[in-house]
């Protein structure tokens, strides 16, 4: 009785305490709780090069710290959603390799769309509650990457694409291997994505990981790096909030609002938004970092330097300073964009024919109903599909100007960076605020003008028709 009053007395002054530095520092206990656990992968990661017993304690820990943190952070149903997916990757691959990838593709994508209508998550984020549905879609992407993988050990390696060639499994992964993959905490809250043929080789100190003559890389430069940007990105982010929020987009005031003023208001809106995502991957580049699995070779400078590249998932100067909408797929969410083009886009191409607007539109479909299925996601993605569309007829015309047309050329090159932060700006306010009302509204706002612009483009591209201007001294060769 004593034991049990005194077990609820501590229960009760812990969620105190909780709410209390929750209310401090403006979130809700949920977040604060996946916040800390997030936190808590860094250590955990350092940690993960000091196991004993092989490969296998390795596996083992890898797998046991990411459920352990999932329960901390989400609750005990998280693991068993977890496990859903990568089941039925993993029975797929043992029962019919030779389709494997498409029934885990559908499986673990239509358990992920399922998970998403049901807990809506989008709105849960909003008003800032947080769910395991994040963390579920990073693990789809895993284990439907681990099967095609092994289906593609099956190919002949003539047929491959050099990405198939170096991911593909010859073997299938035992399942202690395959769950040290999906749960390894390093990025399993919040990606970046991996391949297990990576993982696999970092666990066992094979390929980059093995012993060479240039010694051990020392990842703690390169974490404190990722630290101190985090802390920035956050204290930008907390500082810009107040004076951006979301909920502007349906006040009476910003109606009231001239069209500029209003199309400010959406770059600064997303500008904002921004910086919360380059803190989250700012915090799993450390853990990642730091674990040794960001470890992607050696620098050719003398002496050799290690980089630590794995691991990133943005480059912050890159897409704010990007020339043009072609470049955003490579500088932000840059491993989910990898993951895009080698399981689904160039997946799509037949071989001999050059990819189109087809390709790049079920691309963006599938990254869109991989977020949710919120009108602003599937808007967003659609958008994103036309801007990249309209920023390349945008080069086309500029590599077409001859190159004693300098001048001129600069001007495309501006022109496509203008066009770039207006679309890019135009088209995130549907990412954010998810709701077909609220998405129209503000598209309306501003007259659709992020909408018809690319069009135009894409429309005037099919008209004009240019070849890419050669040298004169090219010309006589």
């Known amino acids: 009785m004593l034991r049990n009053q005194i077990t609820k007395t501590r229960r009760s002054f812990s969620t105190m305490d909780m709410e209390s530095t929750a209310a401090a520092i403006g979130v809700s206990v949920p977040v604060l709780r996946f916040l800390l656990c997030f936190i808590a992968t860094i250590p955990v990661g350092f940690f993960h090069r000091f196991v004993p017993g092989g490969p296998t304690g390795k596996h083992l820990y890898a797998a046991v710290t990411g459920a352990v943190l999932s329960y901390l952070s989400f609750g005990f149903s998280s693991n068993l959603h977890f496990l859903v997916p990568m089941l039925a990757g993993y029975v797929s691959m043992v029962v019919y390799r030779k389709r494997c990838g498409l029934i885990t593709f559908v499986l673990a ?150 069209f500029w003023k209003r199309l400010s208001y959406q770059y600064m809106a997303g500008l904002t938004a921004r910086w919360k995502y380059y803190f989250i991957w700012s915090i799993s580049e450390a853990s990642i970092i730091i674990s040794g699995l960001g470890f992607s070779g050696w620098t050719d400078s003398s002496p050799p330097k290690a980089r630590w590249d794995r691991a990133k998932n943005v480059d912050i100067l890159g897409l704010e300073f990007a020339k043009s909408a072609v470049e955003i797929p490579l500088v932000w969410n840059i491993q989910v964009s990898t993951w895009l083009r080698h399981y689904v886009y160039d997946r799509l191409v037949q071989k001999g024919k050059k990819a189109g607007f087809f390709q790049l539109l079920i691309t963006q479909t599938v990254s869109a109903v991989w977020h949710g299925l919120y009108p602003g996601y599937i808007i967003f993605f659609v958008q994103s599909a036309l801007m990249i569309a309209g920023s390349r007829a945008i080069y086309r015309w500029q590599q077409s100007i001859a190159p004693n047309l300098g001048l001129l050329k600069k001007v495309f090159m501006l022109m496509n960076f203008a066009y770039t932060v207006l679309v890019l700006s135009y088209s995130c306010v549907g990412f954010m605020v998810l709701s077909l009302h609220e998405t129209l509204t503000s598209y309306g706002s501003v007259y659709y003008i992020g909408t018809i612009i690319p069009v135009v483009l894409i429309l005037l591209g099919n008209v004009i028709k240019t070849k890419p201007a050669r040298s004169k001294a090219r010309k006589e060769q």
């Open 109 to 258: 994508m239509g358990y992920l769309i399922g998970c998403h209508v049901y807990y809506m998550s989008g709105d849960a984020w909003k008003e800032g509650g947080i769910d395991a549905t994040g963390a579920l879609m990073v693990l789809t992407l895993k284990v439907i990457s681990c099967a095609i993988n092994y289906n593609d050990g099956l190919l002949k390696e003539e047929d491959l694409r050099e990405s198939q060639k170096k991911n593909r499994l010859l073997k299938l992964p035992s399942l202690l291997e395959y769950m040290g993959f999906c749960l390894c905490c390093a990025s399993h809250f919040a990606g970046p994505v991996y391949e297990i043929k990576d993982y696999l080789d970092w666990t066992e100190g094979k390929g980059i990981w093995s012993k060479s003559e240039k010694g051990t890389p020392s990842p703690f430069g390169a974490t404190v790096r990722a630290l101190l940007q985090a802390g920035f990105c956050m204290g930008l982010y907390l500082y810009l909030i107040p004076h951006y929020p979301l909920s502007k987009f349906t006040d009476p005031e910003y109606k009231e609002w001239g």
